[in-house]
């Protein structure tokens, strides 16, 4: 769901110039067509009956548009969520179970990101800080929907919400590829626009907005130099690490499976140490040392295979794990992390 690097200042200055010159139906249909024409992921006609669901649509301006979008979206997880609860109660079999239960807790997750958005989209003075939301929507939407889905083909079950995934899929990438089209380049774009594009040629997965974003969540890359840049990329990993083990550990005094307990353990082991190794990498890249940064590139090289660690402990076992989205997050933090230093580290 990554959005061309060109759609924000390209559709943002189009969209201004509709806003001020055309009826506000003509508004909704050129929003549409400027934004399935920049994004793969949305469809014209879709995205038409999408904001035309809502009466508001008719009257809003680009930015109503955007706050809209968020709305729908966050109703059609609401609606998920509350199809997985029926589905609960009614299914016996214990791994469709498994699945739907983190399904449920993935659903909850998105929609308290959703309700963040919704909040920040509401305010036109503040769309130019929308995009720091953390994490953002699309990237979770990908991973909620990806994740529920692949949870039940990995157990060789019918899917019994394609439908419901489907639609939230394309909602979440009007959601999102609009707050970026109305969201005005940032004032330090020069130094993360540098570092991003850099980070983004090698991790096309990942992807420049994202980075961009990532970047955007911290007030302080408003005014950081490359080193900078390099230390809150880490400030931000180690944040979310130590959240994540956290929630592990709460997950753990819940849990009664000795087997998933045994997971979570050892997850919460590998996320202690990815906070020590991010904690090391903090400390090279403040030294700005040859020495100093080669040794914060091999701590944070470490501390990247911590998603995957955690997660084959689940997979192994053929058990569903309830740190998909955590793991995730943390595998783009980090990666960002590591690719901003590695390129102020001198070669070996």
Do not use: W
């Amino acid at each position: 769901m990554a959005l061309l690097r060109v759609l924000s200042p390209l559709v943002f200055t189009l969209l201004l110039f509709l806003a001020a010159s055309t009826s506000d139906a003509s508004i909704l249909k050129e929003t549409c067509k400027s934004l399935a024409g920049n994004h793969t992921a949305i469809d014209y006609p879709y995205c038409v009956r999408f904001f035309q669901a809502s009466k508001e649509s008719a009257t809003a301006d680009t930015h109503g548009l955007a706050a809209i979008a968020v709305r729908i979206t966050e109703a059609a997880a609401e609606g998920t969520a509350k199809r997985i609860a029926a589905l609960r109660s009614s299914q016996k079999e214990e791994k469709m179970q498994e699945c739907l239960r983190i399904s449920s807790d993935l659903y909850a997750y998105m929609l308290a990101v959703l309700g963040n958005e919704a909040k920040a989209a509401a305010l036109v003075e503040a769309v130019s800080q929308h995009a720091a939301a953390s994490p953002p929507t699309p990237d979770v939407a990908r991973y909620v929907a990806d994740g529920c889905e692949g949870m039940f083909r990995g157990n060789k079950e019918t899917l019994p919400l394609v439908a419901e995934y489907a639609e939230f899929r394309q909602s979440a990438s009007i959601a999102l590829a609009l707050i970026e089209a109305i969201s005005p380049p940032s004032d330090q774009a020069s130094l993360v626009d540098d570092a991003c594009t850099s980070f983004a040629a090698s991790h096309a997965d990942i992807g420049y907005a994202y980075c961009v974003r990532f970047f955007q969540s911290d007030e302080g890359s408003a005014t950081a130099d490359r080193y900078g840049l390099a230390a809150i990329a880490v400030k931000i990993s180690t944040a979310s690490a130590r959240s994540t083990a956290k929630r592990i550990a709460s997950l753990q005094d819940l849990e009664r499976d000795k087997r998933r307990k045994d997971c979570l353990s050892a997850c919460g082991e590998v996320y202690d140490s990815a906070v020590d190794s991010l904690d090391e990498a903090a400390k090279g890249i403040a030294s700005r040392s040859a020495d100093g940064l080669r040794d914060a590139v091999t701590v944070l090289s470490a501390a990247l295979d911590t998603p995957d660690t955690c997660e084959d402990g689940f997979r192994e076992l053929g058990l569903a794990s309830p740190l998909v989205a955590e793991d995730e997050e943390f595998s783009k933090e980090s990666a960002i992390a590591l690719g901003v230093t590695s390129a102020l580290s001198p070669p070996s």
